[in-house]
């Protein structure tokens, strides 16, 4: 069963505005949020995290937000750069297991 | 600081046969955690090993295993390929000492069964 779920399989977007990536979870005991960027034919790249303890983290570009009631997390990029367009995977752990979405395929476009 | 190396990149097999995949991790870094990457399944968790024990084990059959030696190297095996067993398998470690931290992925290596 799919525990962590990326519904969007694609988003495209126009270079300079915001990127916004969806991630639903249904596992409770997840209690670290990771995304990851990945490019073809490389493995995951890690982008940024969050812990169940909070609600918001930020790291330059990108700023991921959880709400743990509606078990739903966010990836915010802004501003949206050519170089952003990958597949973008949200992640959750719980017993040393890292659980992924499907991904969501970013276009960005000039 | 060498990343993750996994090896082969490339490999050709056919139905029946088996494989061995191998997977050196970072150093210092005692967890490895192996997936299997399919168009529109994203990863999907096949085990995570820490100091040489299957701590987890995702839901796959019985012909997925692996191991990880005392260097903590590991390898996984996949035994009587079917055509389904083609993706891109990838190997992460992390330091996962009770904590979380990020995992790290080498590059995969892309099975193909034919």
């Known amino acids: 069963d799919q525990q962590v779920k990326q519904n969007s399989p694609s988003l495209s977007v126009q270079e300079g505005r915001i990127s916004i990536l969806n991630c639903d979870y249904t596992n409770s005991m997840f209690d670290y949020f990771l995304w990851y960027k990945k490019y073809p034919a490389e493995g995951p790249t890690f982008l940024i995290s969050?812990?169940?303890?909070?609600d918001k983290n930020e790291d330059g570009r990108f700023t991921v937000f959880l709400n743990k009631s509606a078990k739903h997390l966010s990836l915010h990029i802004v501003p949206s750069q050519p170089g952003d367009s990958a597949v973008y995977f949200c992640?959750?752990?719980?017993?040393?297991?890292?659980?992924f979405g499907a991904g969501t395929t970013v276009t960005v476009r000039a | 600081k060498a990343g993750v190396t996994q090896t082969p990149r490339y490999l050709i097999k056919t139905r029946g046969q088996q494989v061995t995949l191998s997977c050196s991790p970072i150093s210092g870094h005692r967890s490895v955690s192996w997936y299997q990457q399919t168009p529109g399944q994203g990863l999907q968790f096949l085990f995570e090993y820490f100091s040489e024990t299957q701590r987890n084990k995702g839901n796959f059959p019985g012909r997925f295993s692996g191991r990880q030696f005392s260097n903590s190297r590991s390898e996984m095996n996949v035994s009587t390929l079917e055509l389904g067993d083609s993706a891109l398998y990838l190997c992460?470690?992390?330091?996962?000492?009770?904590?979380?931290?990020?995992?790290?992925f080498g590059q995969g290596t892309r099975l193909t069964v034919v």
């Open positions: 969050i812990s169940s303890i909070k």
């Open positions: 992640a959750a752990t719980a017993d040393y297991k890292l659980s």
């Open positions: 992460a470690s992390s330091l996962a000492e009770g904590e979380n931290t990020e995992a790290f």
